[in-house]
Every structure is written in structure tokens, then in C-alpha cells.
């Protein structure tokens, strides 16, 4: 409830103490009663309206015949005569007047005390909030459903008012960091390790910022860090900033993943080199003892050789595998459409579908360049065999199309794209194939390899690309 006087029908009414001023000229409805005997003696006629009945009918009535009989209408009058808007009773129920009808409006009502010639008169301004009552339900409605949906959440997220203060935490925050929700409510976020760093993305976010995947330590109530990635975004009601909706994902698990992997994947490298090294040595020495064994030694030396090729292209691969997620750059598709036609210009058996309108987009410059290898294994492993390359552009990727009457990539490549798992390299088969695909599968895109259903022995090899320009294609 409002504590402002009214602004609308108040400000209409002359500054004179009497009542010589037409009020059918107030569009808001307008009764005048005498205090004493709480009978109203003038009415205009958009009271009448209000009410459903001429508003030489309302005079003479008393005005708690106004209301329905179920309410102590009595103290939120005495309010409105303080110049207070009211519109709930002191129960918090809504305010309503009975019409003659017997229908029952919500309303908002403003009183003021008069000196008129004829004595001292009570001026009430009535005004239907039955619209505004129904925005407060949905508003309501909504409300709940959103805490229920914050509470389901299985992200610790918290709702702050517009200063930063708590107003809502969820279970999960409860379950990450320890703190029960009603030892935060009412507090200013206090996970942050460093108060200014809260200030400052506090400051972003009011400021009508989005904080996105923002990576950080928060402190736990046992004390312990706890490594999240923070995303906020502000809240707004008619364009003011309410609030901020804030969620922080715990990475500990990620982390720890990524670390052991790590220290898992030096190991493994730095053991097989290490054995890779003394075969080496040990076939040395074979060739200076037994020479006509020459071609079965060179045979173990090409194999060492390729087996290191291999570490060094696992190396490659999760050099490749990070950098393109954390490597923004990108490449226009026209750049990329006209490097593969380059690439088939040389290849009399291979046919390139033009373009139908052209592209000012781009695309992950990762993402070309693994484009780019998968097209030279295809051309390397078919040979001569007639290629029909399409290239299509759509609104948040783009389509490339590689079909042939053969298969198009070596058994082992085309068994890891379409199920994930790891086969034996074939003989002269390296990792460009495999790496390739990870790459893009990597940043969100897709390789696979499918059989034409009436001709088995056609396949196509389609590949994904995501945009990152976010345009239509013109």
C-alpha cells in the first residue's frame, strides 16, 4: 500500500475551502458525505458509473452502504483521510465497494477532510483496481513459480536486490557451500574471497552488464575454496533494476578431472618414450651384430619412428582440443568456400556445387582448418574416384557435403567417427582423421558418415560447422 497522496483526482480539486466547483468535471467518481451523520449528499456521475446507478441515487445512502458488509471498512478510510491511497483492508484483504447491481469491484480510495459554506464535508475519490489486482496475481503466480524453479535448480543460485542484498538461495547453494539460506537472506553475497571482486561484478551487472562462464574462487562457510564459473544477469520491473539473478557452477569435479588427466597423459608419453628410446638403442645394437638381419631391424626402426609421430600427434591433438575452445578467432566462410574450391580446382574427378547466394558470415578458424584436413584425407584415401562437394550455409552453421560411390575414409577413421571408440590404425594411417573430427566436434559442431539407403555402396561424409557471427545467411 502506497503512502503517496493521489495524484489524478487530487490534483483537479480547487485550493478553496467549498464545494462551488462542478465536480462532474473529475473523471475519477466522486461522493461527498457528511462527517457526522456519514450520509452522502453529492455524488458526480462517474460515481454513478462506479456504482451502476444514477448518482442522484447514491445521495441520501450511508456510506458504509457503499461496501459489502464482510469488512471493517472503517480503519482504511481513517487512513485515506490521512491523504493515503488505500486499497487492502488491515488484513491485507483487497478494498471493495458493492455496486447496486450487488457486484463486488476492487477499488483504490483517497479522502480528504473539506470547509465548505454548508460545514465541514468528506470528499472521497474512489478508483477501479480491478487490472492492477490482477497484475498483482500474476505477479504472485509467477513469482512462485520462478522460487519453485530456483529451488529445482541443481545450480547453487541466489536472487539479489538491487544493492546486492540476498533475497533468495537456493538448496543447492546450501549443498555446495555450506550455508544455510536463512543465515545468507538478508546479507550481501558473502562468498567472494575478495570484497572488492564482488563490488566490481556487482557493479557490471547493475549497470545492465551479463557476467558469463566468469571463473573464480568462492569461499565456503567451512573455509575451504571452492573453484566456480559465474553467470549474472539483471533483473528489471518497467525498466527499473529490481535485482540480479546470479548461479555459480561448482568446477571442483571438472578440475580434478582435468588434472589427473593431465598428469595421467604425461606420464603415459613420458614412459613410452622412454621405452621407445632404449628399442631404439637395443636395435641399434642388433644391426652391429647381425647386418643380415637388416630388414626386419629397419623394420622395428620405421616402426619406433611412427610410434613417436603418434605421441607427438596425441600431443597435437590436445594442444588442438584446447585452443579451439579458447581461441575466439574465426574465418570468413566466403575465405573457407574459396580455399576448398582451390583445393578440388585440382581434382578433375571432384565436382563443387556453387554457393546459391553468398555468405558474409564466419566460422571457428579451428573448425576450417579441420575442415580443410578432413577434405585432404577424403582426397588422399579415394584417389581418382568421382567427389561430388556441397557446401550449404544455414542460419547458425554451415553444411558440408562429401559423397562418393565408395567408402571415404579408412575402416578405423570411419568406425571412431561414428561411434567414439578407438580402433587399431590400419598400416601408413596416422591421426589426421581422428584429430579432425575431436577438433570439431570441440566447439559444438558434427562429423558423420552416412550409407545411401538404395545404394549401399554410396556414402557421404556431412560435417558441421557452428557460425559465430550469429547472422542469417544474405
Known amino acids: 500500500m502506497s503512502g503517496e497522496p493521489d495524484s489524478r483526482a487530487h490534483d483537479q480539486l480547487p485550493p478553496n475551502s467549498s464545494l462551488d466547483f462542478e465536480i ?50 472503517a480503519e482504511p478510510f481513517q487512513r485515506a483521510l490521512n491523504s493515503q491511497r488505500v486499497n487492502r483492508l488491515q488484513n491485507g484483504e483487497p478494498l471493495y465497494i458493492k455496486t447496486f447491481d450487488g457486484e463486488r469491484l476492487p477499488v483504490e480510495i483517497n479522502a480528504q477532510r473539506l470547509e465548505t459554506a454548508n460545514g465541514v464535508r468528506i470528499l472521497g475519490v474512489f478508483r477501479e483496481v480491478t487490472d492492477q489486482l490482477e497484475r498483482e496475481q500474476r505477479l504472485k503466480a509467477t513469482t512462485s513459480r520462478l522460487r519453485t524453479l530456483l529451488e529445482a535448480l541443481p545450480i547453487p543460485t541466489a ?18 557451500f555450506g550455508y544455510a539460506a536463512d543465515s545468507v537472506i538478508g546479507e550481501r553475497y558473502p562468498l567472494f574471497i575478495e570484497d572488492d571482486e564482488f563490488e566490481q561484478l556487482f557493479k557490471t551487472v547493475a549497470e545492465g552488464g551479463t557476467i558469463e562462464g566468469y571463473e573464480t574462487h568462492l569461499r565456503a562457510q567451512d573455509g575451504s575454496r571452492v573453484p566456480v564459473e559465474v553467470y549474472a544477469r539483471p533483473v528489471y520491473e518497467e525498466e527499473t533494476l529490481t535485482g540480479i539473478v546470479g548461479a555459480a557452477i561448482d568446477l571442483s569435479d571438472r578440475q580434478q578431472r582435468e588434472q589427473q588427466l593431465s598428469v595421467l597423459y604425461r606420464v603415459l608419453r ?54 579451439s575452445i579458447e581461441d575466439p578467432d574465426s574465418i570468413p566462410v566466403a575465405e573457407v568456400v574459396s580455399l576448398l574450391s582451390e583445393k578440388v580446382a585440382k581434382r578433375e574427378t571432384v565436382a563443387m556445387q556453387p554457393l546459391e547466394k553468398p555468405d558474409t558470415g564466419a566460422i571457428p578458424r579451428r573448425g576450417a582448418r579441420a575442415v580443410s584436413l578432413l577434405l585432404d584425407e577424403v582426397l588422399d584415401w579415394v584417389d581418382e574416384t568421382t567427389l561430388e562437394l556441397s557446401v550449404e550455409t544455414r542460419k547458425q552453421y554451415i553444411v558440408l557435403e562429401l559423397t562418393a560411390a565408395v567408402s571415404l575414409l579408412p575402416s578405423g577413421v570411419r568406425s571412431f567417427i561414428n561411434t567414439g571408440e578407438e580402433t587399431a590404425l590400419e598400416h601408413g594411417q596416422d591421426l589426421t582423421g581422428p584429430r579432425a573430427h575431436l577438433v570439431i566436434t570441440s566447439i559444438g559442431g558434427d562429423v558423420a558418415i552416412k550409407t545411401d539407403a538404395a545404394n549401399a555402396s554410396t556414402s557421404t561424409l556431412r560435417v558441421e560447422v557452428p557460425r559465430v557471427d550469429g547472422k542469417d545467411p544474405l
Do not use: M
Open 24 to 73: 462532474d468535471s473529475i473523471p475519477d467518481a466522486i461522493v461527498v458525505a457528511d462527517p457526522n451523520t456519514s450520509t452522502i449528499v453529492e455524488a458526480n456521475t462517474a460515481a454513478g458509473d462506479l456504482f451502476g446507478c444514477e448518482a442522484t441515487e447514491l445521495i441520501g445512502c450511508s456510506r458504509s452502504e457503499l461496501h459489502p458488509a464482510d469488512g471493517d471498512y
Open 159 to 176: 536472487v539479489l536486490d538491487s544493492e546486492g542484498v540476498i533475497e533468495h538461495w537456493n538448496q543447492a547453494s546450501e549443498v555446495t
Open 270 to 323: 613420458h614412459n613410452l618414450r622412454n621405452e621407445l628410446t632404449a628399442i631404439r638403442g637395443w636395435t641399434r645394437e642388433l644391426a652391429s651384430n647381425t647386418p643380415e638381419q637388416s630388414a626386419a631391424i629397419e623394420r622395428i626402426e620405421t616402426a619406433c619412428e611412427q610410434l613417436l609421430t603418434l605421441t607427438q600427434d596425441a600431443k597435437r591433438i590436445r594442444t588442438g582440443l584446447t585452443d
